[in-house]
C-alpha cells in the first residue's frame, strides 16, 4: 500500500535561512504523482506542486525548489531565505491512480519562521 | 474563476443533532471529495465522486456518515446523529482528473465543533 512518510514534526528557523522539509515515499506502482500543499495558520490548503514519476526533473519557482529523487523515493521541498509568511504546515502527498483520485498525505511538517 | 466554495464556516451544534455539509467544486472539474481533519488523524478521505458517481467510500467511518452528489455543481456530506469525536475540519476539494491534470483543490473548509 502506498505510503508518506514526513519524519520531521516540526522546524523552527529564523527568516532567511533555507529550509529543507523532507518527504519519503513508498509505491509499488511505476507510475504514480507527488504533491506538496500548504496549510497557512488561516486553515486553507493550498497546492504548490504536482510531479510524476516519469519527471524525476527538479523544479524551482521563486524560492521554491522541489528535488525528486527515484533512487531514494524522496521529494524534498526547499525554501531559500525563508519569510515569517512561509510558516505553515506543508503536506506531501502521493497519487498512484492515473486520475489522481486516490490521495495518501503525509503527517505534514509545521514550520515556524522566526522574525 | 471562483475556488472550491464550502458552506458553512464554523458549525456548531449539539450531540444527537444532524449535521450538512456543503460544498460547491469548482466548474468543470468531475471529481469531488471530502476529507476530514483532526490533529489525531490527520488528513483522512472519506469519500470521492466522479462525475457524480460514489467511487470510494470506504473512509466514511460509520453509517450516520453519508454524502450525495445529485449535480456536478454540488454535493453535501450529512451526519446523523452526530456526535462530540465528529468534531474536525471537513474539507471538500476538485479536480479535473484529466490525464496529467489531477491535482486537487480545497475549499475553505468546514470546522465542526459538537457539543
Known amino acids: 500500500a502506498q505510503k508518506v512518510t514526513q519524519a520531521q514534526t516540526e522546524i523552527s528557523v529564523v527568516e532567511k535561512e533555507d529550509v529543507t522539509l523532507d518527504c519519503v515515499y513508498e509505491?509499488?506502482?511505476?507510475?504514480?504523482?507527488l504533491f506538496w500543499y500548504k496549510q497557512p495558520p488561516s486553515g486553507e490548503l493550498v497546492f504548490l506542486i504536482r510531479?510524476?514519476?516519469?519527471?524525476?526533473q527538479n523544479e524551482i519557482s521563486g524560492r521554491y525548489s522541489w528535488n525528486f529523487q527515484k533512487s531514494t523515493s524522496s521529494f524534498n521541498f526547499t525554501i531559500t531565505a525563508s519569510q515569517v509568511v512561509d510558516s505553515a504546515v506543508y503536506f506531501c502527498a502521493l497519487s498512484e491512480d492515473n486520475y489522481g483520485q486516490n490521495f495518501v498525505f503525509g503527517p505534514g511538517t509545521r514550520l515556524s519562521v522566526l522574525p | 474563476d471562483a475556488g472550491v466554495i464550502q458552506s458553512p464556516r464554523h458549525e456548531v451544534t449539539e450531540m444527537g443533532q444532524e449535521v450538512t455539509l456543503r460544498c460547491k467544486p469548482i466548474?468543470?472539474?468531475?471529481?469531488l471529495f471530502w476529507y476530514r481533519q483532526t490533529m489525531m488523524r490527520g488528513l483522512e478521505l472519506l469519500i470521492y465522486?466522479?462525475?457524480?458517481?460514489?467511487?470510494?467510500d470506504s473512509g466514511m467511518p460509520e453509517d450516520r456518515f453519508s454524502a450525495k452528489m445529485p449535480n456536478a455543481s454540488f454535493s453535501t456530506l450529512k451526519i446523523q446523529p452526530s456526535e462530540p469525536r465528529d468534531s474536525a475540519v471537513y474539507f471538500c476539494?476538485?479536480?479535473?482528473?484529466?490525464?496529467?491534470?489531477?491535482?486537487?483543490?480545497f475549499g475553505p473548509g468546514t470546522r465542526l465543533t459538537v457539543l
Open positions: 509505491t509499488r506502482d511505476t507510475t504514480y504523482y
Open positions: 466548474s468543470g472539474h468531475n471529481s
Open positions: 510531479r510524476n514519476s516519469f519527471d524525476e
Open positions: 465522486f466522479n462525475n457524480n458517481v460514489p467511487i470510494d
Open positions: 476539494a476538485s479536480s479535473r482528473t484529466s490525464g496529467s491534470y489531477n491535482e486537487q483543490f
